[in-house]
C-alpha cells in the first residue's frame, strides 16, 4: 500500500486523471488526463511558435480574446489540478499507509497540488492583468508597414510637476528601429530647438508659414500647449488616441529629422520612477559625478550619483535624468538616453514576468500611445532581438548642431549615418 501510494501520488502530479484511471473512477479519470494533454499540447504549441515564429506567439499573447481564453483556461486547469489531487489522496488510503511514510505522501501530495495549483493560478492572474493593461494603454488601430523599412516612434517625457501649469514635454526623442533586425537609433531632439519648417500639408504650416522662428518664445515644446490650445488644427486627434498638443510635436518633430513617425509614447515623469522602481531599477554606466538638485534660483545639491556602474532606484534615477545642477539641457539628453537605454535592457521577459503586477500597475500611470494592441507581437519582437544589438545614440546638440539655427541638411545626413551605422541602409 505504501508503493501504491508514492505511484499514484507522484503520477497525479505529472499527468492529473492518470491515478482515477488506475484505481479510481476511470471516466472521472479520462476527463482529467484529456484536459492535460490539452494542456500540454498548448504548450508545445506555444514553445515551437517561439522558437520558430516568436512574433505569431507575441500576437496571439496579446489579443485580448486570446487572453480572456487562456486566463479561463488557466484556472480551469488549477481546479482540475486539487479536485485530482484531492482525490487521489482519498484513494491512497493513508490510513493503509506505512507510518514512516505516512506524512511524506500526504506532503508531496498538497506541496505538489499548491506548486501546480498554484502555478496555474499566478498564470490566470498574469493573463488578466496582462489584458486589462493593453486595453487601458493601447489604441484599437491597424497595423501599419514600416516606412523605408523602419518604424520611427516619438517618445515624449511629459513633465507635469506642481510648479508648472499643464504638461510639457521636457524629453523628446525618437527611436527609429529596423524592422528586421530590431537595432535601434536613438535620436535626441533639443527642446529649445527653434527656426522649425512646416510644410504645406501640415495645420501648423497657416499660422507658422515662415516656421517657427520667433527666438526664445518659439521653442520646440511650447508647441504642445500650442497645440492645446488650438485643438482645432486636429480635429481627430484624441478619436485616435492621441492629443493635439501631442500631434503638434509630432509634425515639428517629422519636420526636423525627415522621418515619418508612426507612433508615440508619452510617459509621464511623474510616475516614471514607480515604473522604474517596478522593475527593479536599472544599472547604467555615469560617466562623471553628477549633482542632484531642483532646478530652481539658489538650490544646492541634495546629493550625488557617482561615476561608474551604479545601480539605481527610481526616485534616482529620474533626478539623474533631470538634473541641471551645475550643467545645461543638452548634458542632461545625453543622460536621458542612457536611462532609456538601459529601462530597455531591464524589460527582460524573465524580469517582467517576475515583477508583472508592479510593472502593469506604473504602466497604466504613465503612458500614453497610439501604438494599436496588433502591433504589439511584432514591436515585442523587435525588442527582443533590440537588446542582443547596441543601441545607436545621436544627439542633435552643440558643438555639432545649433538647436537655434538648425542645418536640416546636416541633420538629415546625421540621421542617415547613425542608421547607416545602426547596421540598417540609410534612407533613400
Not at 488506475?22 to 471516466?27: T, V
Not at 522558437?51 to 480574446?65: G, M
Not at 539658489?298 to 561608474?308: C, D, L, M, R, T
Not at 497604466?364 to 519582437?381: C, E, H
Request: a neutral charge; one cysteine or more.
Amino acid at each position: 500500500m505504501t508503493k501504491r501510494a508514492w505511484w499514484l501520488v507522484v503520477v497525479n502530479l505529472l499527468i492529473p486523471g492518470s491515478a482515477q484511471i488506475l484505481a479510481g473512477n476511470r471516466r472521472f479519470g479520462r476527463f482529467g488526463v484529456i484536459t492535460t494533454l490539452i494542456f500540454w499540447g498548448t504548450g508545445l504549441v506555444a514553445l515551437i511558435l517561439y522558437w520558430l515564429w516568436p512574433v505569431a506567439l507575441y500576437t496571439v499573447a496579446s489579443n485580448s480574446i486570446m487572453l480572456w481564453v487562456l486566463q479561463v483556461g488557466l484556472t480551469g486547469y488549477a481546479i482540475v489540478w486539487v479536485v485530482f489531487t484531492l482525490d487521489s489522496l482519498r484513494l491512497v488510503r493513508l490510513v493503509k499507509v506505512g507510518r514512516t511514510a505516512r506524512a511524506f505522501v500526504a506532503a508531496l501530495a498538497i506541496v505538489g497540488m499548491i506548486g501546480t495549483a498554484g502555478a496555474a493560478s499566478y498564470g490566470a492572474m498574469v493573463a488578466g492583468t496582462t489584458r486589462s493593461t493593453l486595453s487601458a494603454i493601447f489604441d484599437s488601430g491597424e497595423y501599419t508597414a514600416p516606412v523605408d523599412g523602419r518604424y520611427n516612434i516619438l517618445l515624449l517625457g511629459g513633465d507635469a510637476g506642481p510648479d508648472r501649469e499643464g504638461l510639457r514635454p521636457d524629453s523628446i526623442s525618437v527611436a527609429s528601429v529596423d524592422a528586421q533586425t530590431g537595432a535601434t537609433v536613438l535620436i535626441g531632439v533639443p527642446r529649445n530647438s527653434e527656426q522649425i519648417p512646416f510644410s504645406k500639408g501640415s495645420p501648423l504650416y497657416g499660422p507658422f508659414p515662415n516656421g517657427y522662428d520667433c527666438g526664445d518664445d518659439c521653442l520646440l515644446d511650447y508647441l504642445y500647449t500650442y497645440g492645446q490650445e488650438h485643438p482645432d488644427l486636429y480635429p481627430d486627434a484624441v478619436d485616435h488616441g492621441s492629443l493635439p498638443g501631442i500631434e503638434a510635436m509630432r509634425d515639428s518633430v517629422e519636420a526636423m529629422t525627415g522621418l515619418k513617425l508612426q507612433y508615440f509614447v508619452l510617459i509621464d515623469m511623474k510616475g516614471f520612477s514607480d515604473l522604474i522602481d517596478a522593475l527593479g531599477g536599472i544599472t547604467l554606466t555615469v560617466p562623471e559625478r553628477t549633482p542632484l538638485a531642483a532646478e530652481i534660483p539658489g538650490a544646492k545639491p541634495f546629493g550625488w550619483v557617482e561615476a561608474g556602474v551604479q545601480h539605481l532606484n527610481g526616485p534616482t534615477a529620474l533626478w539623474y535624468a533631470r538634473s541641471r545642477y551645475a550643467s545645461n539641457d543638452f548634458a542632461r539628453m545625453a543622460r536621458q538616453r542612457d536611462v532609456q537605454e538601459a529601462i530597455l535592457h531591464q524589460f527582460t521577459p524573465a524580469n517582467v514576468l517576475v515583477k508583472f503586477q508592479d510593472v502593469a500597475a506604473a504602466g497604466r500611470q504613465v503612458v500614453k500611445t497610439d501604438i494599436p494592441a496588433v502591433m504589439l507581437g511584432l514591436f515585442v519582437d523587435l525588442a527582443a532581438k533590440s537588446r542582443k544589438l547596441p543601441v545607436t545614440k545621436l544627439e542633435l546638440v552643440p558643438p555639432e548642431f545649433n538647436p537655434a539655427h538648425p542645418d536640416y541638411s546636416k541633420i538629415a545626413a546625421a540621421i542617415d549615418a547613425a542608421i547607416a551605422k545602426g547596421g540598417a541602409s540609410p534612407k533613400p
